[in-house]
């Protein structure tokens, strides 16, 4: 089973980016999917999730209202757009399945945790 995420680049504050992160190897069309992202020199952060519960998804207060999670179950995929871009931003972002009933924004309660993709904002 691999994730594997990408879109992830350069772009300056302000500016849209869309991050993929396709399955393969199993169907996960029954499981929740989240992002995650990681800066220098700090912890794993959830960014959002899909499918949490029935119908949701939920938000980090950070990027509420710029960044939205969806998923094409017939292409085994889960999208990030972002937009509004700040230099706050900048991560790697990491895509995983939800495999425990744990807190949907703890990265405990996800496994199969894909490479990263880098995203960079400059000022």
């Known amino acids: 089973v691999q994730l594997q995420a990408s879109g992830g680049g350069l772009v300056q504050a302000g500016g849209s980016l869309r991050l993929s992160c396709a399955a393969s190897g199993r169907t996960f069309s029954s499981n929740a999917m989240g992002w995650f992202r990681q800066a220098p020199g700090r912890e794993r952060e959830f960014v959002a999730c899909i499918s949490c519960t029935i119908g949701s998804t939920y938000y980090a207060n950070s990027v509420k209202g710029r960044f939205a999670i969806s998923r094409d179950n017939a292409k085994n995929t889960v999208y990030l757009q972002m937009t509004s871009l700040k230099p706050e931003d900048t991560a790697v972002y990491y895509c995983?399945?939800?495999?425990?009933?744990?807190?949907?924004?703890?990265?405990?309660?996800?496994?199969?945790w894909g490479q990263g993709t880098q995203v960079t904002v400059s000022s």
């Open positions: 995983a399945v939800r495999i425990s009933s744990g807190l949907h924004d703890s990265p405990e309660a996800y496994g199969y």
